[in-house]
């Protein structure tokens, strides 16, 4: 969820927040003016008038910061990723090369055990095949617990 859709959530409940706290604040005038036998005195009418400012102020903070996410939030640009041609990168490989690079470039990132079980070629050579393929830029491996995670760069 992106920060404007959690802003505007925000607000939406600080809204829900007020409505509330002006239905409670109706309802605790009816019950008060009631009950209190002291009139205007009363010292639970400033009781009512303390907690609904600080309710009020409570809402009105929230939803600052609601507006705030809104129209100021960290908004990430999406990244078009080109793709390159790797037809002519593949031209200069030898089979078992050909063969590891076309898993990688169809899945974009793939495990690297998943990969030895793909291309049916062991680990050392996978390994060895993956280590000058990194070192040329064209791939890179995160380790991901016991395996690693082949990226097409």
Known sequence: MNNRNVGLLIVGISVLVGFIIYIFNKTLKEIVGETCTHGPSCPMYGTISFQTSISIGIMVFIILIGLYLVFFGDRKKEVKIEKKDYRDIMKDFD???????????????IFQSELVERTELNKVKVTRILDKLEGKGLIERKRRGMTNVVILK
């Open 95 to 109: 089979e078992d090369y050909k063969k590891v690079f076309d898993e990688i470039v169809k899945e974009e990132s």
